[in-house]
């Protein structure tokens, strides 16, 4: 019903992805930045700091396509800790290898092209999953977490920062109109390329919403379940643990 969005069917959603992503990998950071006014930065840099990683913690960030977790992440891993920077799309991970390198951290992350869905990694291998701003662009969202809860070592946690349901309804208006009507203008006028955005957008409004995606952590078998809403609910952290 929001400004008539349609659905797009789960077999061209993963080559829709692959051609959003690779569209506007180089011009990842600059728009985020427009259209989140910055505010993106505070979400990550809240995201890691809460999500108790510890030195020497071996962790996985899925969707990690341009790195930014992955270096916010680094100084609490230490010397002794890794970081394997999983994302489907080449070009994402071209742009966090380079970054990564510039920030001094040779030597102590890998890039791994992967699907969320089917994680080439060991059983009980991981302290640690992040995925930030990755889930909603995944066509079985219940697999992957299925996933992640498999490679996660007994004790270890999944996080999940994501844009979720808006709590108050004056701002959600402003918000879905901001998100339809403003954002894909300012894509259209900074990479040239209108439906990339779009499609973001249609993105974000069919997410589950924080007590459903609750529910999927527990269905993947996570335990000690729980969400904290950052800006009223635009984004929420979601946590489990595999006990
Ligand atoms: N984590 C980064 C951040 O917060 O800035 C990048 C987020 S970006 C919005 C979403 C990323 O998810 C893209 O790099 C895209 O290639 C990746 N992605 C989409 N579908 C995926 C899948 N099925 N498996 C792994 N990564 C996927």
């Not at 439906?195 to 249609?202: M, R």
């Not at 379940?225 to 595999?242: D, F, P, R, W």
């Amino acid at each position: 019903t929001h400004f008539g969005f349609k659905e797009v069917p789960a077999a061209d959603k993963e080559k829709l992805v692959g051609k959003v992503f690779t569209s506007v990998a180089g011009k990842y950071d600059l728009m985020n930045d427009l259209m989140s006014g910055g505010v993106h930065r505070l979400w990550k840099r809240h995201f890691v700091a809460a999500s108790g990683i510890r030195e020497g913690q071996r962790v996985l960030d899925l969707a990690g396509g341009t790195g930014d977790i992955a270096q916010l992440l680094m100084p609490r891993l230490g010397e002794s800790g890794h970081v394997i920077i999983g994302d489907i799309n080449q070009a994402m991970l071209e742009v966090g290898q380079d970054r990564m390198i510039d920030a001094g951290f040779f030597g102590r992350f890998e890039i791994q092209q992967m699907n969320a869905e089917a994680l080439p990694l060991e059983d009980n291998s991981i302290d640690a999953v992040t995925m930030a701003f990755g889930l909603r662009n995944v066509t079985d969202k219940q697999q992957a977490l299925n996933e992640m809860y498999r490679v996660l070592k007994p004790g270890g946690k999944a996080l999940v920062l994501e844009f979720s349901q808006v709590n108050n309804s004056l701002l959600k208006q402003l918000y879905q109109f901001y998100s339809f009507k403003i954002l894909p203008e300012i894509g259209h006028w900074v990479t040239n390329d209108r439906d990339s955005y779009q499609y973001l957008v249609e993105s974000i409004e069919q997410h589950p919403n924080q007590e459903t995606l609750q529910q999927m952590f527990e269905q993947a078998g996570l335990e000690m379940c729980g969400y904290e809403n950052l800006s009223a609910g635009i984004v929420a952290i979601h946590t489990g643990y595999k006990l």
